[in-house]
């Protein structure tokens, strides 16, 4: 059994800052790439941020400058720091990875269950 799950989530004011983690457990032979997505009441869940194996990295416009992703690869964990924060940065964010299981065959995407993110003004 495989398991993403994430923390770091809370309350914030504008301006402010908030580190996300999200670990990986259970039977893991390898970990290809692994992102950030976030969903806010009303909106479709949309790509935030995305890191490889080898740590290429790509951003939603909206968070260009301000989010950074990381991934520890020795912990099969990933993190984003959010600074400058904003209320349209409300939302439950998830991370997602694909993730070889041990004698497995096939990369399968795996979701954690979200932590909430709110930002007042």
């Known amino acids: 059994q495989v398991q993403l799950v994430e923390s770091g989530g809370g309350l914030v004011q504008a301006g402010g800052s908030l580190r996300l983690s999200c670990a990986a457990s259970?039977?893991?032979?390898?970990?290809?790439?692994m992102a950030w997505y976030r969903q806010a009441p009303g909106k479709q869940r949309e790509l935030v941020a995305s890191?490889?194996?080898?740590?290429?990295?790509t951003y939603a416009d909206s968070v260009k400058g301000r989010f950074t992703i990381s991934r520890d690869n020795a912990k099969n964990t990933v993190y984003l720091q959010m600074n400058s924060l904003k209320p349209e940065d409300t939302a439950v964010y998830l991370c997602n990875a694909d993730i070889l299981r041990a004698y497995s065959v096939m990369y399968l995407t795996y979701w954690g269950q979200g932590t909430q993110v709110t930002v007042s003004s």
């Open positions: 259970g039977s893991i032979s390898r970990i290809n790439a």
């Open positions: 890191i490889t194996n080898g740590g290429t990295t």
